[in-house]
């Protein structure tokens, strides 16, 4: 029988041998994005020495995508968009997009798109409100009973109109406040004046005389210095002309015989009548010699 004969084991250093351990290096690693974004946000040092932020990965169709931001929120919001045009195929219509707009910013632009046909017409509309529209805003808007206050006042102290038509125009505008609520010249809409003017039984040309004052009111509101309306809302009431008084009709001389003959029996006359008689060519004078009043 064979015997085989097992040697102990020398150890490496008594044998003369040199044993280096590999431990591996602890130097700095980059960091990689562990997350499982499709599209990756990795740190990109500039050549300029500046720090910036890189998206990268491949598009749905294979294309490569590498786009750097100086802002770490920015390349986040930049992936999201990426990633949903990926998953959602849509890279026009309905992609979110990186904005800096708040949500009542985003509402009031969604409102002007849809209410104008044409894109380039917001545009349009904001050069002209810088050019115009903001030079005649409403600063402040008192309320109807301190603004009638200063018309009223106002009206007193000019001497373009005769003191008939100054009396007409401050009882109308009276009327007018005295029957609608104390409202801001701001909140007085077309429905408020029609409102007014429905309470009143009168006739249409009685409404249209004083819807015309009403809108001297209105007007003088919106003159400089005060500015405290834009618009003038009478410009909007319409009322049909409607001609339901008797036309005017002659009277014979006996009429107005009669009539004159009231009338100097009246304790308290408040007529004032003028006659004026051309007599046909050959007839008498004496019908005019009888209406002759002194």
Request: proline residues 4%; contains cysteine.
């Given at each position: 029988?064979?015997?085989?004969?097992?040697?102990?084991?020398?150890?490496?250093?008594?044998?003369?041998?040199?044993?280096?351990?590999?431990?591996?290096?602890?130097?700095?690693?980059?960091?990689?994005?562990?997350?499982?974004?499709?599209?990756?946000?990795?740190?990109?040092?500039?050549?300029?020495?500046?720090k910036?932020?890189?998206v990268?990965?491949?598009?749905?169709?294979?294309?490569?995508?590498?786009?750097?931001?100086?802002e770490?929120?920015?390349?986040?919001?930049?992936?999201?968009?990426?990633?949903a045009?990926?998953?959602?195929?849509?890279?026009?219509?309905?992609?979110?997009?990186?904005?800096r707009?708040?949500?009542l910013?985003?509402?009031?632009?969604?409102?002007?798109?849809?209410?104008?046909?044409?894109?380039?017409?917001?545009?349009?509309?904001?050069?002209?409100?810088?050019?115009?529209?903001?030079?005649?805003?409403?600063?402040?808007s008192p309320?109807?009973?301190?603004?009638t206050?200063?018309?009223?006042?106002?009206?007193?102290?000019?001497e373009?109109?005769?003191?008939?038509?100054?009396?007409?125009?401050?009882?109308?505008?009276?009327?007018?406040?005295?029957?609608?609520?104390?409202?801001?010249?701001?909140?007085?809409?077309?429905?408020?004046?029609?409102?007014?003017?429905?309470t009143?039984?009168?006739?249409?040309?009685?409404?249209?005389?004083g819807c015309?004052?009403?809108?001297?009111?209105?007007?003088?509101?919106?003159?400089?210095?005060?500015?405290?309306?834009?618009v003038n809302?009478?410009?909007?009431?319409?009322?049909?002309?409607?001609?339901d008084?008797s036309?005017?009709?002659?009277?014979?001389?006996?009429?107005?015989?009669?009539?004159?003959?009231?009338?100097?029996a009246?304790?308290?006359p408040?007529?004032?009548?003028?006659?004026t008689?051309?007599p046909?060519?050959?007839?008498?004078?004496?019908?005019?010699?009888?209406?002759?009043?002194?």
């Amino acid at each position: 029988m064979r015997t085989m004969t097992v040697r102990n084991a020398v150890p490496a250093e008594s044998a003369g041998h040199k044993i280096i351990p590999l431990v591996p290096s602890k130097g700095p690693k980059k960091q990689a994005d562990q997350s499982r974004h499709r599209f990756k946000i990795l740190d990109f040092n500039n050549r300029g020495g500046s720090k910036s932020w890189r998206v990268t990965g491949n598009r749905r169709d294979g294309s490569r995508v590498r786009e750097n931001s100086s802002e770490q929120g920015a390349a986040e919001v930049r992936r999201t968009q990426l990633e949903a045009e990926f998953f959602m195929r849509a890279h026009e219509d309905t992609a979110l997009r990186p904005t800096r707009l708040n949500d009542l910013q985003l509402r009031i632009a969604e409102i002007c798109f849809i209410r104008l046909d044409d894109d380039q017409d917001v545009l349009t509309a904001v050069n002209y409100w810088l050019g115009h529209g903001w030079k005649q805003a409403v600063v402040e808007s008192p309320r109807l009973d301190e603004a009638t206050d200063a018309f009223l006042a106002s009206l007193e102290s000019t001497e373009s109109l005769r003191t008939r038509s100054k009396g007409k125009r401050r009882s109308r505008v009276n009327m007018f406040r005295n029957s609608v609520a104390n409202l801001r010249l701001t909140e007085i809409t077309p429905e408020v004046i029609d409102k007014f003017f429905a309470t009143r039984q009168v006739s249409n040309l009685t409404k249209i005389s004083g819807c015309a004052a009403i809108s001297r009111f209105f007007s003088w509101r919106s003159q400089r210095p005060r500015r405290w309306a834009a618009v003038n809302r009478c410009h909007e009431i319409r009322f049909e002309k409607k001609h339901d008084q008797s036309p005017p009709a002659i009277l014979s001389v006996a009429d107005c015989q009669k009539l004159l003959a009231a009338a100097d029996a009246h304790s308290r006359p408040v007529w004032s009548i003028g006659c004026t008689h051309q007599p046909r060519r050959g007839a008498s004078d004496e019908v005019g010699a009888d209406l002759r009043l002194t």
